[in-house]
């Protein structure tokens, strides 16, 4: 596997995984897409420890329990940690510099999703986030 990379928009931060994504998934909640104004959001999750950063993002406490990292340069969402996944930080799939190359396993919080949106995949569903564990 060849290490993943990405970006922001202005190309501030940017960041480096010499891993895969431990999991991907399309996200449905009302958290995530009131964050990103997009009706699903794309992630990966990778082991803190395994993404390095150039830039420095700035940080807003999105609940009690997330944190969301941006860019102060141009506001891009780049990163969400949680303490439900100690040890894990979330990037944004499309945020890749080969978006293309990013493929989601599940739909998760798909009980949130927008009656609006149909995506005709095959992929698991599942209805919060309690069954990814």
């Known amino acids: 596997m060849a290490e993943i990379t990405g970006r922001c928009l202005c190309g501030h931060i940017r960041y480096r995984a010499a891993t895969a994504p431990v999991w991907t998934a399309l996200c449905h909640c009302d958290s995530c897409r009131r964050a990103c104004s997009a009706p699903v959001v794309a992630w990966m999750g990778f082991a803190t420890g395994d993404v390095t ?16 990292g941006f860019c102060p340069e141009c506001g891009t969402q780049m990163s969400f940690e949680s303490t439900r996944w100690p040890g ?42 309690a069954e990814l564990n």
């Open 88 to 129: 894990e930080i979330h990037l944004y799939g499309v945020s890749r510099d080969d978006p293309q190359a990013y493929a989601p396993d599940l739909h998760c919080h798909h009980a949130e999703r927008l009656d609006w949106l149909t995506l005709t995949d095959d992929l698991r569903k599942c209805e919060g986030s």
């Open 53 to 68: 950063w150039t830039g420095t993002c700035k940080f807003y406490q999105s609940s009690r329990i997330a944190t969301r």
